[in-house]
């Protein structure tokens, strides 16, 4: 599961999720659609088991979509608790140095090694202003809408893989579909995070999609 902080867009209006969050998200469920479809025995296929391993896949991502949810919120949650703590700490500290040095410590090392005396001052002046409702540590209306989205995101995978069996007669073809439209969705998902790392997409897509194909593959040996 990917971190649970959001991201600040263009706009400045922060997101619910993060392109990493999302798309993690999407892969979650994706490979969970897979272990099912991939198991299906196109020579012997009836009907009746298409039936059967739809209802199983998308039966798997409800239960891990609420479970991923869950998790997320709690995450969130603690994140949000933590940040806090290190508000009261700062404010508690006996020196500036002391609020200064636990500021640094919560930072990600390469955004602490770009604050200097005077980014580090405003900072700290920013947290000891800071109002006293916005260290609520509950859920808010956001902490709910962001899990409600890692749900959706889960189960809402799973059909791109399930729609070419409902659409289509032929079992062996349908399976053949469901496939192309997987690794596709594999390669789109790389894409977009190679995007977003600032990769070659095409090689990050790549990546993605025989990684995909890999963890299926050990996913259905294992039993899953």
Request: glycine letters at 8%; aromatic letters at 6%.
């Amino acid at each position: 599961m990917s971190s649970p902080a959001a991201a600040t867009g263009k706009s400045g209006k922060r997101r619910l999720l993060d392109p990493v969050d999302r798309v993690s998200e999407i892969l979650f469920g994706l490979i969970m659609a897979l272990t099912f479809t991939c198991t299906l025995s196109v020579a012997e296929a009836e009907w009746v088991d298409v039936r059967t391993m739809l209802i199983g896949a998308l039966g798997c991502n409800l239960a891990w979509g609420l479970v991923d949810a869950t998790i997320f919120l709690l995450m969130n949650l603690i994140e949000r608790a933590r940040s806090v703590k290190l508000v009261h700490a700062v404010r508690a500290a006996a020196d500036p140095a002391q609020a200064d040095q636990l500021i640094v410590e919560a930072l990600q090392p390469v955004v602490a090694a770009s604050l200097d005396a005077p980014g580090l001052e405003r900072l700290r002046g920013r947290l000891l202003a800071m109002p006293l409702d916005a260290l609520r540590t509950g859920p808010r209306r956001e902490d709910w809408l962001a899990a409600l989205g890692v749900f959706l995101l889960v189960v809402l995978s799973t059909f791109p893989v399930a729609i070419p069996f409902m659409l289509i007669e032929e079992p062996g073809t349908a399976l053949r579909v469901s496939n192309a439209v997987a690794i596709f969705m594999l390669y789109a998902c790389g894409a977009i995070l190679g995007s977003y790392a600032g990769r070659p997409r095409w090689v990050v897509g790549t990546i993605m999609a025989v990684l995909g194909i890999v963890l299926v593959a050990i996913t259905i040996a294992l039993g899953g």
